[in-house]
């Protein structure tokens, strides 16, 4: 496999002639659409001719490392992308359950059991994720309150969780709580502990999602109820949400600049062994309307292929910025000017070396519901 940067005047006749790419594989694999018009700046993953147009299958958690390839998916995950998708993934965190006050389990409201299933016949691990979500989408931390200090609402929720995990075939649970309240911080490592601890007595896998620190004194709350010495010798793998830099109500910027993702793993691998970590990668992207507003403007959110399909609609340049390892891009749309910054097979290609650089057991996907071919390839191919 290789990496080709679209030049002005290129086609894909013209590229596959050039290169010695496979033409088929290079319209399949980074989702071309007829006509196949491309953008100058472009990234492409290219195949030689002689090759199958697809990387060949690896054997899962083989190699230098028992690599682990993760990814959340909502219930409602197309069907053909999860079918698409499953091939290159050894866990599927199923986003997500949540609970009460009181402890009491509460299922996704769309069934998903369907999800465990398609896993299971991939010989994909699937992970139930708990999370203090309320029903508008928001993470509530009265709830993380309200279940780590009440050890009866604790032993309701592991109660039901042991039930659910049997019954549906889960692997795990996936615990990602976010916004911990400082005064929380002792009690909710307690309740990640204690569940692996009781889990792991049925051979079920705990991990835990963590917010991207810097450092152990980091303000803020978001990150002052992260433990993240404490929640790495808990879990049995801790997972670093190195995105959302840029995000929906923030100003324009990459979504994992590669300069601030590497300032959260060495921080991490101060605190937790590298075997333990997976780093997290995003699969989307963001579409500001500028001038930027603070707490007026609303990016639009996008996925990687359909933000090089607006590049390409609007006859854009899309740029590469070397310091964050992002490709960005900008275009007028009746009289505003847009910026949008997502990812793609370079930004891609350097979060999996900064992985293999610092050792990591692998990476996830936030999130699956939009297919990215060309990236997964490139996983595939970077660490068989």
Partial sequence: MEIYVVRPGDTVDKIAAATGADPEALLTVNQLEYPYRLAVGQALLLYPASGTG?????????????????????????????????????????FSYGFTADGKLIAPAADDQPLVRAALTHGVKPLLTLTPLTDDGH???????????????RLTLLRGLTGVLAQKGYAGVNIDFEYVPAEDREAFTEFVAYTAELLNRFEYEVSAALVPKTADGQPGLLYEG???????????????????????YGPPMA?????????????????????????????????????????????????????????????????????GQSPYFHYW????????????????????????????????FWQLMRLFRAGLELFRGYFR
């Fill in 54 to 94: 697809r990387a060949a299958q690896i054997e899962k958690n083989s190699g230098r490392l028992p690599v682990i390839s993760a990814g959340y998916a909502y219930p409602y995950i197309s069907e053909w992308v999860l079918e698409e998708t499953l091939p290159y993934l050894t866990q599927l965190n199923v």
């Fill in 139 to 153: 993470f509530n931390n009265h709830l993380v309150s309200a279940l780590v200090r009440n050890p009866s609402a």
């Fill in 226 to 248: 992260m433990d993240y010495a404490g929640l790495g010798a808990a879990a049995n793998r801790v997972l670093l949400m190195t995105y959302e830099w840029g995000y929906t």
């Fill in 255 to 323: 979504v994992a600049p590669l300069n601030q993702v590497r300032r959260v793993v060495e921080y991490a691998l101060s605190r937790i062994p590298a075997e333990k970590i997976l780093l997290g990668i995003p699969n989307y992207g963001y579409d500001w309307p500028l001038p930027f507003i603070s707490g007026s403007t609303r990016a639009e959110t996008l996925g990687n292929v359909q933000a090089v399909q607006r590049a390409i609609m609007h006859g854009t340049e899309i740029h590469y910025d070397e310091t």
């Fill in 333 to 364: 749309q009746y009289g505003v000017r847009q910026e949008v910054w997502f990812e793609d097979v370079r930004s891609y290609d350097a979060k999996f070396r900064l992985a293999e650089e610092y050792g990591l057991r692998g990476v996830f």
